[in-house]
């Protein structure tokens, strides 16, 4: 027989659980059972002595949070910009420095009245959704080599009924794709290999969402050589905080002139945006 706990018991026994796996392990305990029980948190507050129905499958939840695995992947929900996505483990979870992403793409979509983007490795659609979103003529062109990250991105372009805006199509970088692209958008894996990550990272997120090659910026270098060699007009792309220098040099080496890096929210380099639009 499995006995019977009330909001009250199970709480601090969840805390307890997910003590060592994160730092507010309170407010993830009561995130998971908000989750289980479909209920908000002021519920959970407001009617303690109720009796949590299902609690094995409560405690399964638990022990999947304390081995690590992402609370996005367990509640299979993520917030990011002004929306919330559906999310799942063969996706990587988007992150809230790829707002800045956006803002910059958003800055030169509408300066230049841009109608026609590619995003490279769209993952679970995040950046695509959010420009097509406040873009309504924005046409978007998104690619991925993973299958999985696909399937997710199909979801939530459903979701916010996206289908006749953005074409996901299974292919490395841009192969394949020869319609007209004023802009390439991309947050590719940046991380050199071997670089030893988090376990919530490295054991559950797609190693071929984060990990590049030796030194980890070749495929920004791949992305800038094709966005040159397309006839872009602009390149805004996500970079690992100490890939400033060798992006600098690659584009200098490019001859490209305009090339502007931002911050992230901890102030450190976190990404570009080229401009290939030759003033006359
Ligand atoms: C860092 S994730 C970014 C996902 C999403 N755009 C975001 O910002 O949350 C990088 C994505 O690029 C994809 N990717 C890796 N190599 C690629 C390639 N050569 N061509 C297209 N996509 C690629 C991965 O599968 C992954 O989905």
Redesign the pocket.
């Known amino acids: 027989m499995v006995y019977k706990m009330t909001i009250k018991e199970i709480l601090p026994w969840a805390k307890e659980q997910l003590k060592y796996a994160c730092e507010r392990p309170l407010y993830e305990a009561e995130l998971l059972l908000m989750y289980h029980m479909d209920r908000d948190r002021i519920y959970l507050k407001l009617h303690d002595n109720v009796i949590v129905e299902n609690t094995k499958e409560f405690k399964e939840l638990v022990e999947r949070r304390a081995g690590h695995e992402p609370m996005e992947y367990i509640t299979n929900t993520v917030s990011f910009y002004d929306i919330e996505l559906y999310i799942a483990s063969g ?5 809230p420095e ?1 707002e800045i992403l956006i803002d910059r793409a958003y800055d030169i979509i509408e300066e230049h009245d841009i109608k026609a983007i590619a ?6 659609g ?2 695509s959704v959010v420009l097509a979103r406040k873009f309504p003529e924005l046409q978007i062109v998104s ?4 299958k999985d ?1 696909l399937s997710i991105a199909t979801q939530n372009i459903k979701r916010f009924d996206l289908q006749n805006r953005i074409e996901l199509r299974h ?3 841009l192969d394949g794709i020869d319609t007209d692209i004023e802009m390439i958008i991309s ?3 940046y991380i050199a290999k071997n670089t030893p990550l988090a376990p919530n990272v490295a054991e559950y997120e ?1 190693h ?3 990990y590049s090659q030796e030194k980890g910026d070749e ?1 920004l270098k791949e992305i800038i050589l094709l966005a040159k060699e397309r006839g872009v007009k602009y390149l805004a792309c ?1 970079m690992g905080y100490d890939q400033r220098e060798p992006i600098q040099e690659f584009a200098d080496s490019l001859g490209i002139k305009s090339i502007e890096f931002y911050k992230d929210f901890a102030g450190l380099d976190r990404g570009f945006v080229m401009r290939f639009v030759s003033y006359v």
């Open positions: 996706a990587l979870i988007p992150r790829t995003e490279i490795g769209v993952g679970s995040a950046i690619s991925d080599i993973s990250a292919t490395s970088l947050n590719p894996p797609p071929t969402a984060l495929l996500e």
